[in-house]
């Protein structure tokens, strides 16, 4: 059983230093942990050892561990692909949504914010390397998507967010990361002062260091925290249920 607790003192700690070598205050940076595939027992447990910001990708085992730990008051982020069917139980039950890839997800996860709720904090999923199979606004249709969703009611538009290809240096994967940061400057020209966006949601347990080192404030750690996860059974997570 890998140790959650050190495992988590251990990512703290890479994210520190590498705040310090960027000239950055770490508390600028959120370390959400990715809980996909793990029991609430396991989300207990880096509860217990300081963590309030968990990740999840498969809306209905989010569900099932959200209801099971609501006593817990935790932030829950979905991270996931989004379908257009599932945005309702997504605007009802998260704090955040990382992966809003269409303009059609954002309108309908803002008509179904409940409004006793807050806002419903979005970033816009950005397929930074323009991967045919990857998901994601590209760069030159994010700028107008992200003037339309900054005007929805029942979002904040806080920031980008990208999962790169693997670098083979590190000098490569910081490349990703800096294109990223350089378009929300873009965006951030064309925004109101009181729309312009503070998050990039940037860095898994293989590149959390040049993602900090070009800007990132919400680093994305599942492996490095809970261990290597199992793989997935069969299409569970992958079709709709
Ligand atoms: C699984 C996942 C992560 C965590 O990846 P690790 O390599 O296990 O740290 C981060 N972001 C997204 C979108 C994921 O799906």
């Known amino acids: 059983m890998p140790n959650i607790e050190n495992n988590i003192t ?22 959400l942990a ?19 910001s968990f990740g999840e990708n498969y809306l209905q085992e989010a569900l099932d561990k959200i209801e099971l730990l609501k006593s817990q008051s935790l932030d829950w982020h979905f991270i996931g692909p989004l379908q257009s069917n599932k945005t309702k139980q997504a605007a009802e039950n998260f704090a955040w949504v990382h992966s809003v890839d269409r303009l059609k997800i954002a309108r309908r996860l803002s008509d179904q914010r ?6 419903l904090n979005v970033c ?4 930074i390397d323009d991967e045919q199979s990857k998901s994601g606004f590209t760069p030159e249709q994010a700028v107008e998507a992200a003037i339309a969703i900054a005007e929805l009611p029942n979002l904040r538009l806080r920031g980008l967010m990208a999962i790169p290809k693997p670098g083979d240096s590190a000098a490569e994967q910081r490349l ?14 064309k925004l109101d002062n009181s729309q312009k966006l503070d998050t990039l949601s940037m860095g898994m347990s293989g590149d959390l260091e040049p993602a900090i080192y070009e800007g990132s404030t919400i680093v994305r750690v599942g492996t490095d925290i809970f261990g290597p996860r199992e793989p997935k059974p069969s299409t569970e997570g992958l079709v709709e249920r």
């Open 124 to 127: 816009l999923q950005i397929n």
């Open 34 to 52: 990715v809980s996909k595939t793990r029991t609430s027992a396991q989300v207990n447990l880096a509860h217990q050892a300081g963590i309030n």
């Open 10 to 31: 251990a990512v703290q700690r890479r994210l520190q230093q590498a705040a310090r070598d960027a000239d950055r205050n770490p508390d600028d940076i959120l370390l």
């Open 114 to 119: 409940p409004s006793s709720m807050a806002p």
């Open 176 to 189: 990703p990361f800096a294109q990223l940061r350089a378009l929300q400057e873009q965006i951030n020209s």
